[in-house]
C-alpha cells in the first residue's frame, strides 16, 4: 500500500538477488509488520521534525512540518519515501536526524554550535521522550525500525584534521555504544546505512586528486567499522540488524544512472549548478531533476528514492541482507 496516494514517484521494479547475502537471525518478520520508525542522522536524513511538534498520524505520517520537510535534496528523502511510498501498511515515523551532525560534536564538531550530535539525538531527545512509548507514539519492539545514516560530516569534517584517525576510532566505539543504548530501551530491528562516496562529491573532487584519494580510504575505513558495528548487534538476544551499502548504491548510479528506474532521468552525475545549491520551486524543475547533486556534497531526491526502494525491497525479504 502506498500513503499518501497523492505520491505519484513509486515505479514498479523488484530488487536481484545480490551475492554476499547473509542470514540474520532475530525476530523480524517483514517490512510488512513495520508500523513505526524512529531514524537518526545527518542532512541526508533531516526533515525538519521538532519533537514539540504535532506527532507523526495518520494525517502526517511523519508528524511535522508539511511534508516533505526540510530535506537537503530539492525533495522527499530516502525516510520521506520509505515512510509514505514505499511503505506495506500505515508507517509511523520520527525522525530525529538533525543537518550538519556528527556522531559526537565534541569530539568532530559540526558547522555550528547549534547541530544537534547522533548522540544528542538519542540522549537528549529519544532517551528521555521516545523510549518511555508515550500514548502519541506507542511503538513495540518488534514491529518499529530503527534507522541510523552517519558519518558524512565525520569524514568531511575530519578531512584535514592531524589526528583524524583517533578521532574516527572513538566516534565509531561511541557510535557502536549509542546503539547499544537503543538496544537498552528496547530497540531490537535495525538499519544500519554506510557512508555513501562523497569522495566523487564536487566537494571533494574540486580540492584534488589527493583529497579524493585521502577521502575514499577514510571511507572505506569508516564503512569497515560500521559493518563490525552491525556484526556485533546481531550477537544481541532478539536482534535484527541490517547493513545497507549506500555506497554501493550510490557509485552504481553515479557511473550508470538507469540502474534503477527512479534514478534513469539523471543526465549529470559530477557537477551541479550553483544557483540551484539551495534547491528550486518544485522537485521537477528543469536542470535540478537531471543532476545528481544538488550543491557540493548533497543529492537530489532520484537517488533517494531509490535507496528508499532498495531498503524496503530488502527488508520485504525478511532476514536477508547484503554485505
Known amino acids: 500500500m502506498l500513503f499518501p496516494t497523492a505520491i505519484t514517484l513509486a515505479l514498479a521494479g523488484v530488487a536481484v538477488a545480490s551475492p554476499g547475502w547473509r542470514f540474520w537471525p532475530g525476530p523480524f518478520s517483514s517490512w510488512a509488520s513495520v508500523t513505526h520508525i524512529i531514524s537518526f542522522g545527518d542532512s541526508y536524513t533531516q526533515t525538519g521534525f521538532d519533537p514539540k511538534g504535532p506527532?507523526?498520524?495518520?494525517?502526517?505520517?511523519?508528524?511535522?512540518?508539511?511534508?516533505?520537510?526540510d530535506t537537503s535534496s530539492n525533495g522527499p528523502n530516502?525516510?520521506?519515501?520509505?515512510?509514505?511510498?514505499?511503505?506495506?501498511?500505515?508507517?509511523?515515523?520520527?525522525?530525529?536526524?538533525?543537518?550538519?551532525?556528527?556522531?559526537?560534536g565534541d569530539l568532530i564538531p559540526a558547522f555550528a554550535p547549534t547541530v544537534i550530535s547522533l548522540k544528542q539525538q538519542i540522549n537528549d531527545q529519544y532517551v528521555p521522550i521516545y523510549s518511555k512509548h508515550p500514548s502519541y507514539f506507542n511503538w513495540q519492539p518488534q514491529s518499529t525500525l530503527f534507522t541510523i545514516f552517519i558519518g558524512i560530516n565525520d569524514v568531511n569534517n575530519g578531512y584535514n584534521l592531524p589526528n583524524k584517525s583517533q578521532l574516527y576510532s572513538q566516534e565509531l566505539t561511541e557510535y557502536a555504544q549509542l546503539v547499544d543504548t537503543l538496544y537498552q530501551t528496547g530497540a531490537r530491528n535495525f538499519v544500519l546505512l554506510n557512508v555513501p562516496p562523497i569522495d566523487r562529491d564536487p566537494i571533494t573532487t574540486e580540492t584534488g586528486e589527493a583529497a579524493v584519494e585521502s577521502q575514499k580510504t577514510d571511507i572505506a575505513a569508516w564503512n569497515g567499522k560500521v559493518n563490525s558495528i552491525v556484526k556485533n548487534l546481531n550477537r544481541k538476544p532478539g536482534v535484527t540488524a541490517f547493513l545497507f551499502d549506500a555506497n554501493a548504491l550510490y557509485n552504481k548510479v553515479i557511473d550508470e544512472p538507469c540502474s534503477y528506474p527512479e534514478t534513469c532521468a539523471l543526465k549529470d552525475t559530477s557537477s551541479y549548478c550553483p544557483m540551484y545549491a539551495f534547491g528550486t520551486p518544485t522537485w521537477y524543475s528543469k536542470d535540478p531533476q537531471c543532476e545528481y547533486p544538488l550543491n557540493t556534497l548533497h543529492p537530489t531526491f532520484r537517488i533517494h528514492n531509490a535507496t528508499a526502494r532498495e531498503i524496503a525491497n530488502r527488508l520485504s525479504t525478511g532476514r536477508y541482507w547484503w554485505l
Open 55 to 69: 506527532q507523526p498520524s495518520r494525517a502526517n505520517p511523519l508528524g511535522n512540518p508539511d511534508y516533505p520537510g
Open 78 to 104: 530516502w525516510i520521506d519515501f520509505l515512510t509514505t511510498t514505499w511503505n506495506r501498511t500505515l508507517v509511523k515515523t520520527v525522525n530525529l536526524a538533525f543537518g550538519g551532525a556528527t556522531v559526537d
